[in-house]
């Protein structure tokens, strides 16, 4: 038995949260904190399933590149502390 399947999984956005959160890091335009979706298409146009996206991504519309937010303010604050004794860092310090 033969099985042969002509389509793709492509991601969409559904719901822009915030607009220009920041620039692209591909083209340098702005772009969007959008909701996305995954979307299993059959041959190239048809969709055939959808299902949520796990969190917002930032979204590109003159690229139509999706990439990760910029880290929040806790977690860069917690990427500069000692991971043995807790204690705030430098933020020039770097490791070898």
Known sequence: M????AGGLEQQATQILKNGVRR?????????LVEYEKVLKLFIFVPVWRWP?????MHCDNCKLFFPPPPEKETLEAA????FCS???DPSFRTV
Do not use: V
Not at 24 to 32: K, L, N, V
Not at 80 to 83: A, D, S
């Open 2 to 5: 033969f099985f042969f399947f």
């Open 24 to 32: 692209c890091i591909m083209c340098g335009s702005r772009a969007d």
């Open 53 to 57: 996206g796990k969190g917002p991504l």
């Open 80 to 83: 500069l502390r000692c991971q």
């Open 87 to 89: 204690c705030q860092l």
